[in-house]
Nanobody, 129 residues
Framework: QLQLVESGGGSVQDGGSLRLSCAAS????????MGWFRQAPGKEREAVAA????????YYADSVKGRFAISRDNAKFTVYLQMNSLKPEDTAVYYC??????????????????????WGQGTQVTVSS
């Protein structure tokens, strides 16, 4: 059973930065595409960023391009989301997710919520103006 634990959330003012971490256990990092999703109150969970299992390919939602950066360390099986120039509209619970993709190309990336098999408990990010 793959387990994911997010950390690094908190409160920050408009324009500030946060770095989220997702520590995984129970599997090998090279076998999973990893993604970050967020869900604001009353809204659907949406993809923020994703990274291929080899770390070479990424996806970013248009709303965060140029501000957020996803990265991973497969030796630690930890995924990060560096968030800069945060805006109030970034306020949400952020979730780490994993999809078993060992049978796919190492460059495969997906932002499809329904494709992900494992989810963390979420960490709150609040950006005040």
């Amino acid at each position: 059973q793959l387990q994911l634990v997010e950390s690094g959330g908190g409160s920050v003012q408009d324009g500030g930065s946060l770095r989220l971490s997702c520590a995984a256990s129970g599997g090998s990092g090279m076998n999973y595409v990893m993604g970050w999703f967020r869900q604001a109150p009353g809204k659907e969970r949406e993809a923020v960023a994703a990274i291929s299992r080899n770390g070479g390919f990424t996806y970013y939602a248009d709303s965060v391009k140029g501000r957020f950066a996803i990265s991973r360390d497969n030796a630690k099986f930890t995924v990060y989301l560096q968030m800069n120039s945060l805006k109030p509209e970034d306020t949400a619970v952020y979730y780490c997710a994993a999809k078993f993709t060992a049978y796919k190309s190492p460059s495969y990336v997906t932002a499809a919520r329904d494709e992900y098999n494992y989810w963390g408990q979420g960490t709150q990010v609040t950006v005040s103006s």
